[in-house]
């Protein structure tokens, strides 16, 4: 899953040192356009709904790989 956040996060705003510790806002310097938009390529590609409450939960790399694991997805 860790791979599939550096492809998105960088196919978004050209930045790709990640790791399970990155923070996107303060490591990354992402503004809320840019989480927005790596949002909605992680819904296109699995095929789901984040709600925003969620998303604003998903500070760091590893909270997203442990959102997608309770939704059941393990890629």
């Known amino acids: 899953m860790l791979d599939v956040i ?3 996060v ?3 705003t050209g930045k790709g ?3 399970m510790d990155t923070d ?4 990354l310097a992402l503004n809320s356009f840019d ?8 819904e296109e590609r699995y095929d789901m709904d984040i709600p925003i ?12 790989v442990e959102y997608m694991k309770k939704k ?3 890629e």
């Open 6 to 8: 550096k492809e998105i």
């Open 10 to 12: 960088y196919e978004v």
């Open 17 to 19: 040192d990640i790791t």
């Open 24 to 27: 996107f806002l303060e490591d």
């Open 35 to 42: 989480v927005m938009c790596i949002v909605g390529k992680f």
């Open 53 to 64: 409450k969620d998303v604003r939960q998903l500070k760091k790399a590893r909270d997203v």
């Open 72 to 74: 059941g997805i393990t």
